[in-house]
Nanobody, 124 residues
């Protein structure tokens, strides 16, 4: 079974940092592009970052650009999202997702493997 599992979420104060991790099982990430999405209560799911197959390109939503960094370690079948300068509006459930194509996308529909999410709460 193809699975992704996120970890690293938690409660952090504004201005703080967290690093989210996502590990794959049942498949190897080197054949996939990877996206990070988030969804806050009452809001639509938002694509915030993605990294292409081979890690040759990355994309960031304007809301996180300059603060978040996506990376991958295919040898470990893992992808990371380093989140710095966190704001209360970053509070959401964060999901990693994988798609078996070269390019990443902020559209959720092409992703065929999803994690169950990890909660990030930014509050003082």
């Amino acid at each position: 079974q193809l699975q992704l599992v996120e970890s690293g979420g938690g409660l952090v104060q504004p201005g703080g940092s967290l690093r989210l991790s996502c590990v794959a099982s049942g498949f190897t990430l080197d054949e996939y592009s990877i996206g990070w999405f988030r969804q806050a209560p009452g809001k639509e799911r938002e694509g915030i970052s993605c990294i292409s197959k081979y890690g040759t390109s990355t994309r960031y939503a304007d809301s996180v650009k300059g603060r978040f960094t996506i990376s991958r370690d295919d040898a470990k079948d893992m992808v990371y999202l380093q989140m710095n300068s966190l704001k209360p509006e970053d509070t959401a459930a964060y999901y990693c997702a994988a798609r078996p194509t070269l390019l990443c996308s902020f559209s959720a529909s092409p992703y065929n493997v999803w994690g169950k999410g990890t909660q990030v709460t930014v509050s003082s």
